[in-house]
């Protein structure tokens, strides 16, 4: 069974950084996307940053220059590097997986598998 487990979340001032882990468990595939998302309450999950198979990545135009999405494949690890935090970053963050290939990374519906979230606060 895939497992996708997120850690690394906690509370920041407001310019700090934050580097959030996702460890990836029980998938058999060859070719995988991924990516991290974010939800506050009474709003939609929202994406934050993606990256395929092929190392591309796709960022949304709120966090485009402050947050860099990697992976580092041999411990089945997918990052987010977060700088220049602000108030409303504040939100919790979930990682999520998806088999094969997709050209929107910042969907929701590509993605079959999602962890349990972290909590990510930069207090105002």
């Known amino acids: 069974q895939v497992q996708l487990v997120e850690s690394g979340g906690g509370s920041v001032q407001t310019g700090g950084s934050l580097r959030l882990s996702c460890v990836a468990s029980?998938?058999?595939?060859?070719?995988?996307?991924m990516g991290w998302f974010r939800q506050v309450p009474g709003k939609e999950r929202e994406g934050v940053a993606g990256i395929d198979s092929a190392g591309r990545t796709s960022y949304a135009d709120s966090v485009k220059g402050r947050f860099t999405i990697s992976k580092d494949n041999a411990k089945n690890t997918l990052y987010l590097q977060m700088n220049s935090l602000k108030p409303e970053d504040s939100a919790m963050y979930y990682c999520?997986?998806?088999?094969?290939?997709?050209?929107?990374?910042?969907?929701?519906?590509?993605?079959?598998?999602w962890g349990q979230g972290t909590q990510v606060t930069v207090p105002s």
């Open positions: 029980g998938y058999t595939w060859s070719r995988y996307f």
């Open positions: 999520a997986a998806g088999q094969g290939g997709t050209n929107y990374l910042l969907a929701r519906y590509p993605y079959s598998y």
